[in-house]
Nanobody, 125 residues
Framework: VQMVESGGGSVHSGGSLRLSCAVSGYTYSSYCMGWFRQPPGKEREGVATINNNGGTRYAGSVKGRFTISQDNAKNTLYLQMNDLKPEDTAMYYC????????????????????WGQGTQVTVSS
């Protein structure tokens, strides 16, 4: 399984970015994919997850500002990030696992098996 993120960058507070994650080699029909982030000096944290049925879960800190989506025809996962804040600054990673309700909605990084290399998002005030 290969997962390759893109779309990171530097923006001012209030700005927007859309992250993409191209997925290949993943053959599970029932799956969970997600976005995680790791701020400097902190542990990796869950941002949002989505399953093969389109169900979604968001961390409270991003709910209403971020939207996770997928394009199955393009095998691509997205994270639309609006109203960005300096505290959103982090390395952002996409991840995947076979679907399991508790693990998918837990937003816990160690529950996911496959990871991309990350893309940096920096938000200045």
């Amino acid at each position: 399984v290969q997962m390759v993120e893109s779309g990171g960058g530097s923006v001012h507070s209030g700005g927007s970015l859309r992250l993409s994650c191209a997925v290949s080699g993943y053959t599970y029909s029932s799956y969970c994919m997600g976005w995680f982030r790791q701020p400097p000096g902190k542990e990796r944290e869950g941002v949002a997850t989505i399953n093969n049925n389109g169900g979604t879960r968001y961390a409270g800190s991003v709910k209403g500002r971020f939207t996770i989506s997928q394009d199955n025809a393009k095998n691509t996962l997205y994270l639309q990030m609006n109203d960005l804040k300096p505290e959103d600054t982090a390395m952002y990673y996409c991840a995947a696992r076979s679907y399991s309700s508790w693990e998918c909605w837990s937003l816990i990084a160690h529950n996911f098996n496959y990871w991309g290399q990350g893309t940096q998002v920096t938000v200045s005030s």
